[in-house]
């Protein structure tokens, strides 16, 4: 049984790697644009099912195969993180979650013979505050600007990051537990069947 990952992120393929998974990559570029006044938390699994629908209205011939797709979005207080335009929208992400909390919310779509089945994760990561100084340094890195809210879990924002609450994958961007039960669960599909 074939597994396509519709996502050209390179964490969400270091996860399925690491759980040894063998896949095929097929990025997709897919509508993201959200209704207005949608949560975070039912935007990533219309945004994860979008990709997913995209990637076999492109190619109808995978209909057989296992697609994966998912998108990761932050949130704080009520409002959605994205990945940031620029310094400056990295910069205002940062100051937000400095001292608080937020939820990453990561939607996963897996699409079989027709069928859309989705899930939802949410974790709540903990910053510390962050100086003025630290925040410049952070954003004069290349790491926030392929992120939902500005920052990676796994890289140097690790060093201000007080806790995680939930399953660390799906802050990563890839929650690997529900893919297996969604899976299992949807499809009757086990994860040692994947070739």
């Known amino acids: 049984m074939k597994l396509i990952l519709a ?7 270091e996860i399925l790697n690491s759980v040894g998974l063998n896949f095929e990559v097929m990025p997709v570029d897919a509508d ?4 207005e006044g949608i949560e975070a938390a039912d935007a990533v699994t219309l945004l994860a099912r979008r990709k997913a629908k995209a990637l076999l209205d492109a190619h109808p011939e995978l209909s057989d195969s296992v697609i994966l797709a998912a998108d990761t979005l932050v949130e704080c207080f009520g409002e959605i993180l994205g990945k940031p335009e ?4 990295a ?10 909390g937020s939820a990453v919310h990561t939607g996963v779509c897996i699409a079989y013979k027709g069928k859309f089945a989705t899930t939802l994760e949410t974790a709540y990561v903990t910053f510390d ?10 954003i004069s890195t290349d ?8 920052y990676a879990v796994q890289g140097r924002a690790a060093l201000y990051i007080a806790g995680v609450t939930g399953d660390w994958y799906s ?6 537990h529900a893919v297996k039960n969604l899976l299992d669960e949807e499809y009757g599909i086990r994860i040692k069947e994947i070739d």
């Open 7 to 13: 996502s050209q992120s390179p964490r969400r393929k």
């Open 32 to 35: 993201e644009t959200l209704p």
């Open 86 to 89: 620029d310094k400056e929208d």
């Open 91 to 100: 910069r205002r992400m940062l100051t937000m979650l400095c001292g608080c």
């Open 129 to 138: 505050e962050m100086s003025a100084e630290e925040i410049e340094d952070y």
């Open 143 to 150: 790491e926030p600007y392929d992120k939902a809210g500005g």
């Open 171 to 176: 802050v990563v961007g890839l929650p690997i």
